[in-house]
């Protein structure tokens, strides 16, 4: 029998502006009926924490999506990573030296597939408010300062544009969470 790893999964846009609603109780039901255990989810924007026999990141994802459009009846895109990968971006502290204010968000964008984007990095918006400081084949590290004149949704689609739609992000203070967990 393959040795199990702890396993993280991203779903992507579910719980939000009231589209693609998932309950976190049923989504834990729907990974542990896969065989996955020690099944946790975290905040209600699609964080699940499990334990499951090594296999490549991708296969899983792929077997979660299809696990969930059967469950749910709608398609949600999956990014799983180990909860080793957490780790090693923790240690490598990608906001070292960034100033934190009310007004500053720390974003992780994790990256199905290896981008085409040609930005030069690090990327710094016009305006300033936003700046991409790293940008590797599996996450994108960024910052936003929220003024009157820029927004969350705004940087996604600079994201998105950027690194393709197959992403998804989550802030900072929750990558931590779900690593120390």
């Known amino acids: 029998m393959p040795e199990s790893a702890a396993f993280v999964a991203f779903l992507r846009g579910i719980n ?13 039901k729907a990974f542990e009926s896969m065989g996955f255990g020690n099944v946790k989810t975290l ?5 699940v924490i499990f334990e499951a026999p090594q296999a490549p990141a991708s296969a899983i994802a792929k077997r979660i999506e299809e696990k969930l459009e059967k469950t749910f009846g709608f398609s949600i ?12 971006l923790s240690d490598a502290q990608p906001f070292k030296g960034i100033k934190v204010t009310p007004e ?36 994108v590290c960024s910052v936003l300062t929220i003024s009157p004149d820029s927004r969350t949704v705004d940087l996604m689609g600079i994201l998105e544009k950027e690194f393709g739609k197959k992403v998804t992000t989550r802030n900072w203070n929750t990558v931590t969470k779900l690593t120390a967990s």
């Open 77 to 88: 895109g999956v990014i799983v990573r180990t909860k080793e990968d957490l780790r090693r």
């Open 43 to 47: 905040l209600a924007s699609g964080n």
């Open 104 to 139: 500053t968000r720390l974003y992780v964008t994790f990256l199905s597939e290896k981008p085409k984007s040609g930005l030069k990095i690090p990327y710094k918006s016009p305006d300033g408010n936003f700046t991409i400081l790293r940008a590797t084949d599996t996450e």
């Open 16 to 28: 939000v502006g009231g589209n693609k609603i998932v309950k976190m109780e049923d989504l834990r």
